[in-house]
């Protein structure tokens, strides 16, 4: 009777089949852990930044770029058209006010200024006749006026003489009525003569004030054309100093084209450019500081212009004090503009880790200072110097700030020496 073999279930071939597939699964393990899992990168101290996190006061600010400018400007303008033919000072002269600058040639408005004087001239010789004319006239009234005096005189002599006469019978009826007749029309013709004399009186203080209130209208449009001609040379309006002038002989200006401006050198003001996504936040008295020659100032915003050019809106600051003796006009200062009141925060320093992470996230490094983990973090405001945290780090601890360009986002990294 034969008896049966048994056949084994772990032969040779399913041993080696098992191994591999064994393998090939770590191996796959491995692959898997490797791209999903806690990948680490080694990574030299030297190469990198590390920063302490940190709390103190902190203010939100902005960086911005500044010009010193004169605290006051004077524009000079062209009052009136011309061609340039002298100049008595150069760009950059300190000038007094009333000082000339330079000179124009306009010969409409010098001709026009002849033909102003000839009118004046006539109007005064026309004024002159009939002042003369109106005088006459009033020298006959009054001539009138003497011999009706006179008349009346006579008659009421002849009138009272006739009437002691007549009373007494030595004389007509007859002779006393023609003379009482005679002395009742010398006295109309004298009420007459001095309606005359009254309306002549007004009618010249009338002429007289039309007269004077018409050359003194003259005599301003020549004043006025005269003061025209004189504008014809510049001059400074204040004290201070010439700057941008433009102009050259021989060039002609329109009226109104600018010519230049007179800087007043009593104090500067600084003129900065601010980004607009800033122009909500911007208000009058903000300060801002800025390092000159190893020392700290403080500026103040006095007025902001709200129409935006290119992206940007400006500014003016003064100095709060008094500012650097040695600052001259158009030097550019680095402004660090605040944007909001001093406080306690936790903060970091700014770094390139920003530009990899957008301030999400950051390596942390471990208390034996080995090993640096990706950790989860918010950030706040910012200055010029540093991000403030608002969760993911507290005070003390380390983190590596430096650019992450070269790390791959991996989870990890290993710090050598």
Do not use: C
């Not at 504008?231 to 002989?249: F, K, N, W, Y």
């Amino acid at each position: 009777m034969d008896i049966p073999v048994e056949k084994k279930f772990l032969t040779p071939q399913r041993i080696i089949l098992i191994v591999g597939l064994g393998l090939l699964l770590v191996l796959l393990g491995f692959v898997i852990f490797s791209t999903m899992g806690n990948r680490k990168l080694n990574v030299e101290k030297e190469r990198i930044t590390i920063s302490s996190v940190m709390e103190g006061v902190f203010q939100e600010n902005i960086p911005v770029n500044g010009v010193v400018l004169p605290i006051t400007t004077i524009y000079l303008d062209a009052m009136e058209g011309g061609r340039i033919e002298e100049k008595f000072v150069e760009d950059g002269a300190l000038l007094k006010m009333g000082d000339p600058i330079l000179r124009l040639s306009n010969t409409d408005l010098e001709l026009s200024l002849v033909n102003q004087e000839t009118q004046v001239y006539n109007l005064l010789t026309q004024i002159q006749i009939s002042q003369n004319s109106a005088q006459q006239n009033t020298i006959n009234k009054l001539t009138q006026y003497t011999d009706v005096e006179s008349g009346l005189t006579e008659a009421k002599r002849t009138y009272d003489l006739n009437k002691k006469l007549f009373e007494k019978g030595i004389i007509a009826r007859q002779d006393f009525i023609r003379s009482e007749n005679e002395y009742k029309y010398q006295k109309e013709r004298m009420q007459l003569s001095n309606q005359v004399l009254l309306q002549d009186s007004l009618a010249r203080k009338q002429e007289k004030a039309q007269v004077r209130n018409s050359y003194a209208r003259t005599q301003d449009a020549l004043q006025l054309m005269r003061q025209k001609v004189a504008d014809l040379v510049v001059r400074a309006p204040v004290d201070g100093q010439l700057t941008s002038l433009d102009a050259e002989i021989g060039q002609s200006k329109n009226k109104g084209e600018r010519l230049g401006q007179i800087d007043i050198l009593s104090g500067f003001k600084v003129l900065a450019e601010i980004d607009e996504h800033y122009i909500s936040r911007i208000y009058n008295g903000q300060s801002g500081t800025f390092n000159f020659n190893g020392q700290s100032y403080v500026l103040e915003v006095k007025k902001v212009y709200t129409q935006v050019k290119n992206g940007r809106f400006q500014v003016d600051m003064q100095f709060v004090e008094k500012p650097p003796a040695s600052i001259r006009r158009g030097q550019s200062l680095q402004i660090r503009l605040a944007l909001s009141e001093e406080k306690r925060a936790v903060m970091i320093p700014k770094g390139g880790f920003f530009q990899q992470t957008g301030g999400s996230w950051i390596y942390k490094i471990s208390d034996d200072g080995t090993r640096a983990y990706k950790t989860e973090i918010a950030l706040g405001n910012q200055n010029t110097e540093s991000y403030e945290i608002i969760s993911g780090l507290s005070a003390g601890d380390q983190v590596i700030t430096s650019s992450y360009e070269n790390y791959d986002n991996v989870q990890e990294l290993i710090l050598k020496e």
